[in-house]
Structures are given as structure tokens and as C-alpha cells.
């Protein structure tokens, strides 16, 4: 029904609003809801889902290399920038914050304060993963219900 | 990630994920050489290209890319008669980053006049000097957009790809099917731009650029900057052998500016 599409998509409208509202998404996540169309019409599902494998991957290796003896500052930050990469093209704003807090203690090389920096990045990152199952969930079913996803207009 | 070698999850053919190659009605569209360590970048980046009417092969590594131009040891090429219209590259890469494997393309005969575009999440000034000096025809900070893409495609029309063309020479290109036709109706007889130009276009991409045949007018002063190139960070305190670490920044971009006259602000 009509009615039941357009509620809907007006749910979706206000909870991806109060996602870029609360700096969780940015403009880039735009980007990837714009590449997807009827010829690929799971693409954002697709990238989301590879950041998702790819995240816990790193976050795995980062909390693996803060617990050794003599911790590898140079293999932490790299994993770290890896994250902060993947976690900015695909609009997760605070992951990327959290990478970049992250980074500088890498550069310190002040293990207490890497420890810290992956409780924040970890916290955020399924901060991001449970709002963006819940969004994505929201455009599947306009989707089956055979309605279209919502353009987002330009964040100020 | 990406470390044993996978270039995509996806397509695992010869070990390189080329689409579209069989597909004659594709016969005249560019075709880009993407390469990025990251899974993620190189599924977005390949979206973009292909919505803005490009052939894609996306590699994991620079030392992939060129065994897939066939100027690896063992000269091994997949396809030796698929020309590559532009070398899109990710500068941080584990092994070779992309500034060596653009080095080794501006070396070789053969491929040194394929434009490359280094891609990089870090907007390091002297980076970005140090890329465009070695011959990088634009260097996108990321995470890329659908306006970067736009961009770069200019450059590859400016490839004519018939044969014996040199560049700067080029006749106009026919207009791509269902594309944008925007970037068809750029200037094509324009000279390979100065590094000043490509400092000013770099950081200037909306503004309507002067005409290649003259430098760009004093008139336009530095400042403000586009949101979208923030100043780039103060260099860090200790030298570091981590080749994506912010570089020591020379001010070799403002004796560039000055040499052009432009007034800093």
C-alpha cells in the first residue's frame, strides 16, 4: 500500500537525518547512496558489509598488537590508517575521529593511551554498525514494498 | 588487507577483476587501471568509474599493476592490445607505494604518457608537490567523490587513443553513449599544463581555469580555499620511517605561487 511505502520512507528520512545530525554519517555516505541504482541495486549493502568484515579484522590485529610485550607502533598505526581509510569512504565520521585520535598515540607510542584510543574506535565502530544495519534494514524493506529510497538533500 | 595477493572477492579471473572487456559496444570507452590496497576503496572507486562511463581493472598492488601493463620482470601481460586510458592509484600501499609505481610508468616508453592520478587520504603539501613534479596529472584527497571522477575523466579524452597521436594534439573524441557529455566539450587543443597550472587546478577545481595558452591571472588570490582542501597538517616533530607519515612540508608551493605572480593572502 501507498501509505504503508511512504511511512517508510519518512522513517527513513528522519533517522538517516538524526545519523548525519549526530555526526555518525557524513556527506560521504551520500555519495554511496547516489552510486547505487536499479543496475546495482545493492551496492551500498555491499560496501557496508565489506567495511564491516574489514573493520573487525583490524580491530582484531590492533588489539593483538597492543597486547604484545614490546608493542610494533608502526604495524599498530598502520592498521589503524587502514581503518581510518575505509571507515572515511564510507562516511563513518566518528570511526574516522576515533582513527585520527588514535593515530597521535601511535605517534607518542603511549600504549596506555593506544589502549584507550581502540575502547573508543571498537565503541564507535558498533555504534555505526548497529544504526547502519537498522538504516539499511528500513531501505530493504521500501525496497520489497516497492517504493524508491529517498534522496537525501545537501547537509549544510 | 588484500595481503595474499586477492584482488577482489568478487571476480578472481587471471587474478585481476577487469569488467566489460568482452563487450564491443564498450569498444570506445575509456578504460582505467584503478589500484588500491583497500577491499573497500577499490569497490567504490570501481562504482564511480563505471557510472562515469569507464572501463575498470582494479588491482591490489602496485607490483600488480605492472604485471598487468606487462612491465613487471616477466613481461607477462593479460591482455597486450587493451590500452589503458588512466592510472588511478592509492599513494599509501604496503610494498611499493603509488608514487614508485608512477615513477616506474613515467620511466617506461611505453607508458609514460598514460596520465596517472595518485589518491591519497592525507592532504600532506609536499606529498602532493612531490606526485605532480614527478608527472601525476591531478592527486585526489579521499575519500573520492563522484566530482573527483568527473574531473579526472578529462584528462583521459585529452589521451586521444587512435594511434600516432601525440599529446596536445588531439582531435575532438565523439561524445560517449548515456554519458555525461560535459567533460566531450572541453578544449582538446590545449598544451600538457605547466606544474603551476596543475598546483591552481588542483586546488581550484570549480573555478572556470584561464586559458591554457597563459598562466593563471594574478588576479586570483590564494585565499580562502576550498573547503574541501583543508590546510594541511604541521609536519611532525620526529622523523619517522613509516612511508605514509606526514612529510616535512618546504614551502616550495609558495616560491611556485610567487614564480606565477599570485599574491598569497
Known amino acids: ?33 547516489s552510486l547505487q541504482d536499479e543496475s546495482n541495486p545493492d551496492f551500498v549493502v555491499e560496501v557496508v558489509s ?82 547502519l544495519e537498522i538504516l539499511l534494514k528500513l531501505e530493504q524493506q521500501i525496497l520489497a514494498a516497492g517504493g524508491s529510497i529517498p534522496v537525501q538533500s545537501e547537509v549544510i | 588487507m588484500a595481503r595474499n595477493g586477492v584482488v577482489s572477492r568478487r571476480r578472481r579471473t587471471e587474478g585481476f577483476d577487469s569488467s566489460d572487456l568482452s563487450k564491443s559496444d564498450h569498444a570506445q570507452q575509456a578504460h582505467v587501471l584503478a589500484v588500491d590496497d583497500s577491499l573497500v576503496d577499490r569497490i567504490v572507486i570501481e562504482r564511480l568509474l563505471k557510472i562515469s562511463c569507464c572501463k575498470v581493472t582494479a588491482v591490489d598492488s602496485g607490483s600488480r599493476a605492472l ?3 606487462g612491465l613487471d620482470d616477466e613481461k607477462s601481460s593479460v591482455v597486450d592490445s587493451l590500452k589503458v586510458d588512466l592510472i588511478i592509484t592509492d599513494y599509501c600501499m604496503p610494498g611499493m607505494s603509488g608514487y614508485e609505481l608512477m615513477k616506474k610508468i613515467k620511466e617506461s616508453s611505453a607508458f609514460k604518457e598514460i596520465p596517472v592520478v595518485i589518491m591519497s587520504s592525507e592532504n600532506v603539501l609536499s606529498r602532493i608537490d612531490r606526485c605532480l613534479e614527478e608527472g601525476a596529472e591531478d592527486f585526489i584527497v579521499k575519500p573520492v567523490k563522484l566530482s573527483d571522477v568527473k574531473r579526472i575523466k578529462n584528462y583521459m579524452i585529452r589521451e586521444d587513443r587512435s594511434s600516432g597521436e601525440d599529446r596536445g594534439t588531439n582531435s575532438r573524441k565523439r561524445p560517449r553513449d548515456g554519458c555525461d557529455s560535459l567533460s566531450s566539450s572541453q578544449s582538446l587543443n590545449s598544451p600538457p599544463p605547466s606544474l603551476e597550472s596543475k598546483l591552481f587546478n588542483r586546488f581550484y577545481p570549480t573555478v572556470l581555469r584561464p586559458s591554457p595558452s597563459k598562466p593563471p591571472s594574478p588576479l586570483f588570490s590564494l585565499s580562502p580555499l576550498p573547503s574541501s582542501s583543508p590546510l594541511p597538517r604541521s609536519p611532525s616533530p620526529t622523523p619517522s620511517s613509516s612511508p605514509c607519515a606526514p612529510l616535512d612540508s618546504p614551502t616550495r608551493r609558495v616560491k611556485l605561487i610567487n614564480s606565477a605572480h599570485v599574491m598569497p593572502s
Do not use: P, W
Open chain 1, 50 to 131: 565489506l567495511f564491516f568484515e574489514d573493520s573487525v579484522r583490524l580491530l582484531n590485529e590492533l588489539a593483538k598488537s597492543l597486547d604484545q610485550r614490546n608493542v610494533d607502533f608502526k604495524k599498530v598505526d598502520a592498521h589503524v590508517h587502514q581503518l581510518k581509510g575505509s571507515s572515511s569512504s564510507i562516511g563513518a565520521q566518528r570511526v574516522q575521529n576515533a582513527c585520527i585520535a588514535f593515530r597521535s598515540c601511535c605517534e607518542e607510542k603511549n600504549v596506555e593511551g593506544c589502549l584507550k584510543c581502540l575502547q573508543q574506535v571498537t565503541k564507535e565502530y558498533y555504534l555505526v554498525k548497529n544504526k
Open chain 1, 1 to 33: 500500500m501507498d501509505g504503508g511505502v511512504g511511512l517508510l520512507q519518512r522513517q527513513l528520512v528522519d533517522y538517516r537525518a538524526s545519523l548525519f545530525n549526530e555526526g555518525i554519517l557524513n556527506e560521504q555516505f551520500n555519495q554511496l547512496q
Open chain 2, 67 to 69: 604485471q598487468f601493463l
